[in-house]
């Protein structure tokens, strides 16, 4: 039985997950370790960095108990029975490979860092998302082992989504280990089932061979990704044609072979993972010499950065064909609701166009202004950011809502449409609000994939 788990990496995944595990399993000591102090130190002091719901809670019901949070990863990895790497793996944006494959330099190093510094035998678990066939790469370091030194890998890919963490590692759909068929293999899955079963129904932790449980992770991003870039395709024929975004989802949703989940169509799906992992998956197809397949799933990207794209040309047609020196606020940064995340957020690329065009740019977001602020701070003088979304509107001549945080929906609309330019455009990027009665109010509404609601 496992009594000591270190994580290696204390970001979005690392944190939630040990502190799931660390309350789940209270006869475990479960430390996470990190390069970066600043994260570490707000961890440990029970203030997480990053903005989950719940997770506040969950971490502090560990802390001090069961789960501690640490610089110093080195003498962690020497005392850990069982580590799981979760460090970051973007694209790389370098050499062969640039644009595509992942960047697995802080993986590689930790995989050096445990060959160095283990003292017994562990089993080291990938929590991040990796090219199939790394832990037969992380496997190949570790052959070079000291006298004494035994290695297990695993793949426990995670399939937690940002702003719903807490509840998806309660309570997972699934849970996936992949590791080698031979005894020492099957042991170490065994050990990694006996932690997750501790609240995980047994007949939801699946076990596969380790590359089964490296693709499955691409794959099933792939498809999520692939449902919101043709729900966003059929949004596009919609605006076209004068069908609804919203009756078509509903009609396609209820047959229960399709289902209704992810079917929203909006301005792009962001976050770090979803583009990443398909240009991960494109590069492994071209790597296999499978270009038709690569092209496949390549436009699932595409799609989403014609969406962008579309959602601009849109606003700048409507208004009069020039946005220059005109005023528009931006409902939303993060890259979806109960989020501070910003990472490939759709806003993001929608920004740096309407800043092309010499549009004022005003942001508001309930948790990731400081994110935006990180990105366009020093950019231009024609970017500013609002806490208050009321006073983002002031002056505006458009509002472009691009991010679904619920609290939007309640705003007061005719206070915000009173304080804006005439003609006041609003454009919802995440068909959040209810455009007749915006409409009512005055406002020339443009939603994703529906009819416009206009005067002009
Ligand atoms: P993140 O950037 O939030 O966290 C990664 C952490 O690893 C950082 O704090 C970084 O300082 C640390 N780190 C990097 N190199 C290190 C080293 N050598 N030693 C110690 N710490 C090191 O990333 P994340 O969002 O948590 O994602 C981690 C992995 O999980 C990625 O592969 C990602 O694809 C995958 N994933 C992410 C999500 C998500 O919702 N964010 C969900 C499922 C899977
Ligand atoms: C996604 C997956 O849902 C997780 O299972 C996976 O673990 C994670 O990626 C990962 O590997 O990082 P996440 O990116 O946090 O999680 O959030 P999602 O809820 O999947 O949303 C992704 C993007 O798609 C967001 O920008 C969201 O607004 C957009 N989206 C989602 C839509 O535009 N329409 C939808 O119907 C659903």
Redesign the pocket.
């Known amino acids: 039985m496992i009594s000591r788990i270190l994580c290696?990496?204390?970001?979005?995944?690392?944190g939630p997950t040990m502190a799931v595990i660390a309350k789940h399993c209270p006869t475990v000591q479960v430390v996470v370790?990190?390069?970066?102090k600043e994260?570490v130190a707000a961890w440990q002091s029970g203030h997480p960095p990053i903005f989950e719901p719940g997770l506040q809670e969950v971490v502090r019901a560990s802390l001090g108990r069961n789960l501690r949070f640490t610089g110093d990863?080195e003498h962690e990895i020497g005392e850990a029975e069982m580590i799981f790497v979760?460090?970051?793996?973007p694209t790389k944006t370098f050499g062969q490979g640039a644009g595509r494959a992942a960047d697995l330099q802080?993986w590689e190093?930790?995989a050096r860092?445990i060959l160095h510094h283990a003292k017994r035998p562990v089993i080291v678990v990938e929590?991040?998302?990796l090219p199939v066939r790394t832990a037969e790469a992380m496997e190949r370091i570790f052959k070079n082992r000291r006298q004494g030194q035994r290695f297990e890998v695993l793949s426990n890919p995670?399939?937690?989504?940002?702003g719903t963490a807490i509840t998806d590692l309660e309570t997972p759909d699934r849970v996936l280990i992949g590791g080698a068929e031979t005894p020492g293999g099957q042991a170490a899955i065994g050990e990694l089932v006996d932690i997750y079963a501790r609240w995980v129904p047994r007949e939801r932790i699946l076990t596969a061979n380790v590359w089964s449980a490296e693709l499955s992770k691409l794959a099933a991003n792939a498809f999520l990704a692939q449902r919101v870039s043709s729900i966003n395709a059929i949004s596009a024929i919609c605006e076209q044609t004068g069908a609804d975004i919203l009756s078509v989802a509903r009609a396609i949703g209820t047959d229960r072979r399709i289902g209704a989940q992810f079917l929203k169509a909006g301005v792009g799906f962001g976050g770090?993972?979803f583009q990443?992992d398909i240009l991960n998956l494109v590069y492994l197809c071209e790597h296999h010499g499978l270009p038709e397949v690569a092209r496949y799933w390549e436009a699932v990207v595409s799609l989403n950065q014609y969406q962008k794209e579309r959602f601009v040309r849109r606003m700048i047609r409507v208004m009069f064909n020039t946005l220059a020196g005109k005023r528009i606020a931006l409902l939303g940064f993060a890259f979806k609701a109960n989020t501070g995340d910003t990472r490939e957020s759709p806003a993001i690329q929608i920004c740096q166009e309407l800043l092309a065009e010499q549009a004022h740019v005003c942001i508001t977001d309930p948790q990731a202004l400081e994110g935006a602020r990180n990105i366009f701070g020093s950019s231009s003088e024609r970017v500013t950011f609002e806490p208050d979304p009321y006073k983002a509107a002031e002056g505006a001549h458009a509002v472009a809502l691009l991010t679904d945080w619920a609290e939007y929906r309640t705003l007061d609309y005719r206070r915000i449409y009173d304080a804006m330019e005439r003609p006041a455009f609003l454009f919802d990027g995440r068909n959040l609000l209810d455009s007749e009665e915006l409409h009512a109010i005055g406002f020339n509404v443009y939603a994703i994939g529906r009819p416009d609601r206009t005067d002009l």
Do not use: M, P
């Not at 990496?9 to 690392?14: E, L």
């Not at 370790?33 to 970066?36: G, P």
């Not at 995670?158 to 940002?162: G, K, Q, S, V």
């Open positions: 290696i990496g204390a970001g979005y995944v690392g370790a990190d390069i970066n994260r990863v979760s460090v970051n793996t802080h190093k930790t860092s929590k991040s998302t995670e399939f937690l989504a940002e770090s993972c990443k």
